[in-house]
């Protein structure tokens, strides 16, 4: 069974400081990794994507890929209290997509 | 302007009652997929079209189905033959099977 593992938090920073949010999948012929934000009580919404090995930045985002150790990461800068919420972690393996169970994430004011 | 869009927001189900939530979109993509997220977990495949009348299962299928006879509709029926049906639906959509999908905002079903 194919496996995204993220760490269900929740992760506490200050606000202004980074948030630095992981996650490890099991299978190494995912191509594809996203990052989606959930609110409490609404839907996800797509923020990262990386297909490359490297950093890809966006903004205050930045995503890590490391395929060599099946390691997906997201930071966040100068997180904000606006910033809270659940992170979902999710990797393209075969024709879907594997979600981990999400990192709660709080920033504090 | 371009979206998902998931009706009703809230579904209240009877037993042995089939109930079915729609799922439209018009950003012209060929993918469809529809997933159900129980609390404090991630999300989990039930049912996913690449094109119109076609449609594959996912890891959780039993209890539900589908259709696809139009590009831009998914709907799911949740069947009596699902015994815990409460959780959040959501439906997604993208561009091809390996392209980054978008949610609508989900359906609640919870049983009376």
């Known amino acids: 069974q194919k496996e995204v593992e993220q760490n269900s938090g929740p992760l506490s920073v200050p606000e202004g400081a980074i948030a630095s949010l992981n996650c490890t999948y099991s299978?190494?012929?995912?191509?594809?990794f996203f990052w989606y934000r959930q609110y409490s009580g609404k839907s996800p919404e797509l923020i990262m994507f990386?297909?490359?090995?490297g950093d890809k930045e966006d903004g205050r985002f930045t995503a890590q890929l490391n395929k060599a150790s099946q390691y997906v990461s997201l930071l966040i800068r100068d997180s904000q209290p606006s910033d809270s919420a659940t992170y979902l972690c999710?990797?393209?393996?075969?024709?879907?997509?594997?979600f981990g169970s999400g990192t709660r994430l709080l920033v504090r004011p | 302007d371009g979206g998902i869009t998931q009706s009703p927001k809230y579904l209240f189900r009877k037993e042995g009652q089939n109930v079915t939530l729609s799922c439209e979109q018009n950003l012209n993509h060929d993918a469809m997929y529809w997933y159900r997220q129980d609390p404090g977990q991630g999300l989990r495949l039930i049912y996913y079209s690449q094109i119109v009348n076609d449609f594959q299962k996912g890891d959780i299928a039993e209890g539900y189905s589908v259709s696809r006879e139009k590009k831009e509709s998914f709907p799911l029926t949740v069947t009596s033959a699902q015994k815990n049906p409460t959780a959040f639906y959501l439906c997604a959509s993208s561009a091809g099977l390996n392209q980054p999908q978008h949610f609508g905002d989900g359906t609640r079903l919870s049983i009376l």
């Open positions: 999710a990797a393209h393996s075969s024709y879907k997509l594997i």
């Open positions: 299978d190494r012929g995912s191509q594809s």
């Open positions: 990386i297909y490359s090995n």
